[in-house]
């Protein structure tokens, strides 16, 4: 939601704050799917 309003108060970082967002939704499914391999 953070990234959103980013983009929407600065347009021309649009870029840079997207990949950040999308790397770290990445990151976070990776910790999610580890912990689920993990436990069983």
């Known amino acids: 939601m953070a990234a959103s309003t980013a983009v929407g108060r ?10 950040q967002s999308i ?3 990445a990151f ?3 910790i999610v799917f ?3 391999f ?3």
């Open 23 to 25: 790397l770290s939704i």
């Open 10 to 19: 600065n347009p021309g970082a649009s870029t840079k704050i997207l990949v």
């Open 38 to 40: 993990l436990v069983r």
């Open 28 to 30: 976070a499914e990776a």
């Open 34 to 36: 580890y912990a689920l």
